[in-house]
């Protein structure tokens, strides 16, 4: 009868602990992500200091390097919160909501949004600003193939689509659904800093 050797208590910990991180890259690289905002672009709907978590195989899971999708489950809907890689800096990521799916006609007149010459209902965004400005305007342009049109919710406060282009599919992260912690800087004492009211809040 031979005898099962024991293993050390090192190793069984440096063991456990490798398993651990593997699927920790895995799920942060392929399942779900967390990021922090750190601008006012999608106010009100996200807030400076709010947590939140992206589901990152919902629009396909994104092969690292070679940053191509695969096994994509839906596609990209209007109204979706997306995290996407910046194509000006791809050293960075934005958050934004899609207006405009390839092949649409995007077109803004005074603070209005038209798709393919019809007036779509536009829930999200607000303005702080009363007159009209140039960025109450836009197009009409057609939103390439593989390609979509995002705006900040913060209309006067969001770089966007209407300034530096269009979010090709494949640098699509995630879509934005949960917010599982929120802190405000700002407040003047530690215990109004936790915005326990967003926490778990879904992100339409």
Do not use: C
């Not at 099962?4 to 799920?27: C, D, H, N, P, Q």
């Not at 282009?165 to 934005?176: C, E, I, K, N």
């Not at 405000?184 to 992100?203: E, F, M, N, Q, T």
């Amino acid at each position: 009868m031979s005898a099962v050797k024991k293993k050390s208590k090192v190793r069984e910990y440096a063991e456990t602990l490798v398993i651990a991180l593997v699927i920790a890259l895995f799920v942060r690289s392929f399942v779900v992500q967390a990021f922090k905002i750190p601008s006012s672009s999608m106010e009100p709907t996200l807030l400076v200091g709010d947590h939140i978590l992206v589901n990152k195989f919902m629009y396909g899971i994104r092969i690292p390097v070679i940053g191509k999708k695969v096994f994509a489950f839906s596609k990209p809907r209007r109204g979706d919160v997306i995290v996407f890689i910046f194509p000006n800096d791809r050293s960075k990521d934005y958050i934004k909501r899609v207006i405009g799916l390839p092949g649409d006609q995007v077109e803004i007149r005074e603070r209005k949004i038209y798709i393919n010459d019809r007036l779509i209902e536009d829930p999200w965004g607000v303005f702080s600003s009363w007159g009209p400005s140039a960025r109450d305007t836009y197009g009409p342009k057609m939103v390439p193939p593989n390609s979509l049109f995002v705006m900040g919710d913060n209309r006067d406060n969001s770089e966007d689509s209407r300034y530096w282009g269009y979010v090709p599919l494949d640098d699509v992260l995630g879509r934005a659904f949960i917010m599982y912690w929120s802190w405000d800087w700002r407040a003047p004492s530690l215990a109004s800093k936790v915005r326990w009211k967003r926490i778990g809040s879904l992100i339409h």
